[in-house]
């Protein structure tokens, strides 16, 4: 069953600080994985998007990495700032006109 | 200058009732879609169009219905409205059809059945 799993649920860290957020999938075939980052009352807006060949890619201080032999992706966010405080999706492409959607990390950057 | 813009962005209505959602992009994008968010921030796809017709349905009640008058527009009508419909609607658009593409979504529509 294709599925996208995302640690942890829910996040805090105080600001300045590094954090990385997860995102385990089983969806075969894999075509590309991409991140979204949700702002509370906004709809989802590409950080980045990664395909197979590819294992690491940063936007500013968002910085993806892939593992497609272990089916991992991690979004690494360095020196956090208040307007980082969202949700974090991650969606993985299996080819065939199917994305399938993770449940999603809440991150808090608190003053 | 707004991309994919919903209206309205708030709705409250009765159990039963049927309303309509609205969604435009100026972005001369071939591909559309609409998604539903669950209280728990989970986003499922809905219907997708390519060009006016469908191409994406998945399971969902034959009481939603969209509708695509033009590549720029895709309406979500909903009848009978019913307790579990309550979540947050997304329109969404891409410049063509292919998980590859950046899709860009819209602001989002409450809908609140009461």
């Known amino acids: 069953k294709n599925q996208v799993e995302q640690s942890p649920q829910s996040l805090i860290i105080l600001e300045g600080k590094n954090c990385t957020l997860q995102?385990?999938?089983?969806?075969?075939?894999?075509?590309?994985l991409r991140w979204y980052k949700q702002d509370t009352g906004r709809g989802p807006v590409s950080l980045t998007i990664?395909?197979?060949?590819?294992n690491t890619k940063s936007n500013g201080r968002y910085t993806a990495t892939l593992d497609a032999d272990t089916k991992q992706s991690s979004l690494h966010i360095t020196a956090s700032q208040l307007s980082d405080s969202a949700s974090y999706i991650c969606v993985v492409h299996t080819g065939f006109q199917k994305l399938v959607f993770g449940t999603g990390t809440r991150l808090l950057v608190s003053p | 200058d707004t991309a994919v813009s919903q209206t309205p962005k708030y709705l409250v209505t009765q159990m039963g009732n049927d309303k309509s959602i609205k969604c435009e992009q100026n972005l001369g994008h071939d591909t559309m879609y609409w998604y539903k968010q669950d209280s728990k921030k989970f986003l499922k796809i809905m219907f997708s169009y390519n060009n006016k017709e469908l191409i994406i349905n998945e399971t969902v009640p034959n009481r939603f219905s969209p509708k695509s008058p033009d590549k720029a527009h895709l309406n979500l009508h909903i009848n009978s409205l019913e307790l579990g419909d309550s979540a947050v609607y997304f329109c969404a658009s891409s410049i063509q059809r292919g998980g590859y593409n950046e899709q860009f979504f819209g602001p989002g529509t409450r809908l609140t059945v009461l």
């Open positions: 990664m395909t197979f060949s590819e």
């Open positions: 995102c385990n999938y089983t969806v075969s075939p894999f075509s590309n």
